[in-house]
């Protein structure tokens, strides 16, 4: 699909941004789905899970914490892992929506679709950002808590234009701010660490140790220690922690599971033990963190075109 060059008349990408479409996706095993020609620049947190996709013809492997910036008119397939498929949270921004024109909360994935090649919507060039990007994303970094609001919002049927322009000015400028700290863009892990991440990610519940890691990559653990240091900055041991923690503040947000059974389901069956670790890592208790970002009993229905494959997206 031919892209359509920016136009040079459109004011700079700060200038008129708008979000028109928002959300929480969990991938199935072997949910395969591709799109043609997205007329977005999409953001695409992994939150959990592991997986990959091909953006125009180039393939990328997703893992948990991972940020990817998708070009304009992509044409993209999305292929999770079969044992841990990815959870992710998706906004499409349109770099420059008309001032003045109706907003309409939708974007063209295919060709034939409402909107597509829209004369009020245009890429534009963002610094530093062509093709696809990738960047680390912690769970409490500004950023990553302005795209978790702006997915709940989204699901809110009170949405308004003004605040749809209002998200997409500063969901732009915290990805150039983010982007512009040469520290934050991320090479492809070494296969080790690709293996013991997704060794994490599937059997974070049983805690697993040093040992069982360096002997599963037959390596030392001096090894698999210094690995996790040079390329996640922090401990295996951490690293653990981390995400047993994460997976706690979804559940805390998606279910209303005490707090003592969210323990029991990311490893941590000591209740006490478990609001403790919590509160020294998060700052906060588990029922407060629940009080203060509300409780959502299910995760949100996915687009229609996640749920009509192969020509859904999310």
């Known amino acids: 699909m031919k892209r359509r060059p920016p136009d040079p008349d459109v004011p700079p990408a700060t200038e008129a941004p708008a979000v028109c479409r928002s959300g929480l996706f969990q991938f199935a095993p072997h949910q395969t789905f591709s799109n043609g020609c997205v007329q977005s620049r999409g953001l695409f947190w992994c939150k959990s899970g592991s997986g990959r996709f091909e953006v125009d013809g180039d393939a990328f492997t997703l893992g948990p914490n991972d940020l990817f910036v998708l070009p304009w008119g992509r044409r993209i397939t999305y292929r999770p892992s079969p044992d841990t498929p990815m959870f992710t949270a998706h906004v499409h921004l349109i770099p420059w929506y008309r001032p003045g024109t109706r907003w309409v909360a939708n974007v063209p994935h295919e060709p034939t679709e409402p909107e597509f090649d829209s004369a009020d919507r245009h890429d534009v060039s963002w610094p530093g950002l062509r093709g696809v990007v990738r960047l680390r994303l912690a769970t409490e970094e500004p950023l990553a808590r302005l795209i978790d609001y702006t997915t ?103 279910t209303t599971l005490t707090v003592a059974e969210i323990g029991r389901r990311v490893g941590l069956p000591d209740a006490y033990h478990f609001s403790k670790l919590f509160h020294r890592h998060i700052g906060t208790s588990p029922r407060d963190f629940r009080q203060r970002h509300g409780t959502f009993a299910s995760l949100p229905r996915p687009s229609e075109h996640a749920s009509q494959p192969p020509k859904a997206g999310a």
Do not use: C, N
């Open 152 to 254: 709940r919002w989204y699901m809110d049927s009170r949405r308004e234009e003004s605040e749809a322009r209002a998200l997409g000015l500063l969901l732009v400028r915290e990805v150039l701010r983010k982007s512009g700290d040469p520290a934050q863009t991320v090479e492809p892990f070494p296969e080790d660490l690709q293996r013991l991440v997704t060794h994490v990610d599937r059997g974070f519940q049983l805690g697993p140790r040093i040992s069982e890691m360096a002997a599963m990559v037959g390596r030392s653990r001096s090894h698999v220690l210094k690995l996790f240091r040079r390329h996640l900055g922090m401990s295996a041991k951490r690293y653990v922690v981390e995400r047993q923690l994460r997976e706690a503040r979804e559940l805390l947000l998606t």
